[in-house]
């Protein structure tokens, strides 16, 4: 018999199929008339959550629209640090939360999302940055989260490449979280959407909703670009469109949506094997498996829709970083893009009911929700299965009526 010929392309997409599983999520499923739950969002936190309704609470009638492709928006786009070294107990608990989960995703979902736990640090540069932190630290001691605050020498030790003596900013010591780390941001949304199809979910891409309808006060369904589809319960789950959405359900959210950039260098030898993030000159950075350094900064100074990046983020922000890294002013940077994120006042989610019954939201993530996927999806599963959940109980809506804010601007605000 002939050999039978493949190929190149037959040959990618046969290594592809076994490594992403898109033959599953990407040939779309015809959308079907009613859902017990329709998931709107793609991303992280809206699979997640349709992850953690089947496996926790057996509801998998489900159905999760993504108006692009699988993990598209900033899930794709994020410098996928993970630590949960925030200051309130509501947030640590959240945070914390998902940071464990992560620890055994892989097995899980049985799908390689490259926990990689090299650990987090977050420079201070400032006496106000020390005091900070070290107020941080003593929160998460009481709140059983593994951080320390540590002297510029182990910083040193821990990251040879930082100049500990800066001009402007010499650095003064560190929060430091062992456990904390990366992941391989696409795997997370891979991996989470090859389970839901695994447990009989719609994973339908290129299904934008337009319209979200309702009967008396409840959610009946959604209007979408493949037509009407119905559903006993819903979850918005888009980050930076939000408030689009929420507008078409027919109520507002205090959000504002800005884009966050990112950019990465050529690849070079490996360097640095930890997190490293230097709030006050703004910037932070680590090395890629391919050994690119993963470079952010802070959010753009206005509202805009733009997924994109732009020349002025690239000087600002390896401008701020030469000083603490001098050896990246000798390098060539190579790709930069953008996603738009979704902000709050307190920098602190919003995982809540909504005065459409049936209707849930889950955003406001802003500059750092790729570190609490696996933590959100649980907790928003359980509230909307349940009515309610210890997880998401501080984060509702209702906090922004009552004046009871999750204040994490130090370790939300700037940093990621
Ligand atoms: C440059 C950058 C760096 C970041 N760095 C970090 C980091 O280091 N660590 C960290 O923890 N977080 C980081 N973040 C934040 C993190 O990426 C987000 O908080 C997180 O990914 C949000 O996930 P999500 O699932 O809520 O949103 P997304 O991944 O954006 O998913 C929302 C989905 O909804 C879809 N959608 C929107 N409107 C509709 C519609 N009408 N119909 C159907 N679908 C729709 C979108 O197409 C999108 O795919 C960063 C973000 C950016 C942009």
Redesign the pocket.
Known sequence: MPKKRYSAFAIAREALRGHTGWDRAWAAPEPKDHYDVII????????ATAYYLGKNHGVRNVAI???????????????????SNYLQDASAAIYEKSRSLYETLSQDLNYNVMFSPRGVMMLAQTQHEIRGYKRTAHANALQGVATEFIGPDRVKELCPIINIDGPRYPVLGALWQPRGG?AR?DAV?WGYARACSDMGMHVIQR????GVRSEGGKVTGVS?TKGEIGCGKLGI?????SG??AEMAGFRLPVESV????LVSEPIKPCMDVVVMANTVHG?MSQSDKGEMVI?GGADGYNNYTQRGSFHHIEETVRALVETFPMISRLKMLRQ??????MTGDRSPILSKTPLEGCFI??G?????????PG?GWGMAELIAEGSSPLTEEFGLNRFREGRFIDESVAAGVA?
């Open positions: 709107i969002g793609a991303g992280g936190h809206g699979l629209l993504e108006k692009g492709w699988l993990g598209g928006g900033n899930t794709g786009r994020n410098t996928t640090i993970i630590r990366t941001h949304a299904c934008e909703v337009t979408t789950v888009v980050a930076g469109h689009v959405l884009a966050l950039q990112a932070y952010g893009w953008g996603g738009i994120v979704d889950n955003c993530w802003g500059t750092g929700g790729f570190k609490a996927i959100s990621h």
